[in-house]
């Protein structure tokens, strides 16, 4: 039975999720390792939900330490088929200002140090990633921000970082250089992995400061920073509350069925471990 339908990830400032009630808490193992906390699962305008604090609660994750494929993959367990990711990103253009939210259709990855996909030691598959996220699930958050009045832009692209430093002034002005709207370390490989997991998934990003390229940006202070990050820690449970409320029944995109053709390995070819490791995956085409 499932536990979970809609699994949401609250970024930096979004430890909890309220408004959920029949709340318990599961502490999950997957064939990845630990997630990054237990799960809370509870019920969220009739949904059944599973949220994950993304860095722990009492943040104590860096973002090259998270544990990505045991996140999504404790996701599948739970039988979540959506997720609803919130993060917190600098903005890299005039118009994305703190407290604004941008709703990224695009990713560039910037990362080196991390390991973002479920397949390997036996078994290979490539997922079309050309359209990263799930529009039906971006079309749910850009409802629910207008809804709740929030300024948040639908579309716009996302580079993820490897941090956990910022980045330099001439590397802000690439990024820039190159259209991207927000600068975050987190959401690339979680778009990755739901997709191999066959979740639909898309990020809900949160402002909190401009990044180094504009003029004055060393003023900013962190008390200034946490001010923005309580801010939009309350819009996005508004936010997040409305778009599970908006979210439709069915699935009707190809989310589901990203593995359908994905998967090169000859089956009998398939590590009887590898094969073990990936059940929930597999077993669907196997």
């Avoid at 430890?15 to 009630?21: E, N, R, S, V």
């Avoid at 990505?68 to 993060?87: D, P, Q």
């Amino acid at each position: 039975m499932k536990k979970a339908e809609i699994g949401i990830i609250g970024g930096s400032g979004l430890y909890a999720m309220p408004g959920l009630t029949n709340v318990r808490e599961e502490k999950l193992t997957t064939p990845f390792g630990e997630p990054s906390d237990a799960f809370v699962l509870g019920e969220l305008e009739g949904r059944k939900v599973a949220f994950l604090a993304r860095h722990g609660r009492g943040h104590r994750i860096s973002p090259s330490e998270l544990n990505f494929r045991a996140n999504i993959y404790a996701m599948k367990m739970l039988g979540v088929e959506r997720i609803l990711s919130v993060s917190a990103v600098g903005s890299l253009k005039e118009e994305h200002k703190p407290t604004d939210f941008v709703i990224p259709d695009q990713f560039i990855d910037r990362t080196f140090a991390r390991v973002s996909t479920f397949f390997g030691g036996g078994v290979v598959a490539h997922v079309a990633f050309g359209d990263p996220v799930c529009s039906t699930v971006a079309g749910a958050f850009k409802k629910a921000c207008d809804e709740v009045g929030v300024v948040a832009k639908s579309g716009g692209t996302y580079v993820c970082m490897e941090g956990p430093q910022f980045s330099t002034r001439a590397e802000s002005n690439l990024y820039r250089s190159w259209g991207a709207d927000v600068i975050g370390m987190t959401n690339l490989q979680e778009a990755k992995l739901a997709r191999e997991a066959e979740i639909c998934y898309a990020t809900m990003a949160m402002v909190t400061d401009y990044d180094c390229w504009r003029e004055g940006h060393d003023d900013v202070t962190v008390e200034q920073i946490v001010a923005v990050l309580h801010k939009n820690a309350e819009n996005a449970s508004k936010a997040v509350k409305a778009a599970v409320a908006a979210m439709p029944l069915e699935r009707t995109c190809a989310c589901g069925d990203a593995l359908k053709y994905a998967i090169l390995t000859d089956r009998k070819a398939i590590p009887a471990e590898a094969r073990e490791r990936l059940s929930l995956l597999l077993d669907k085409y196997l």
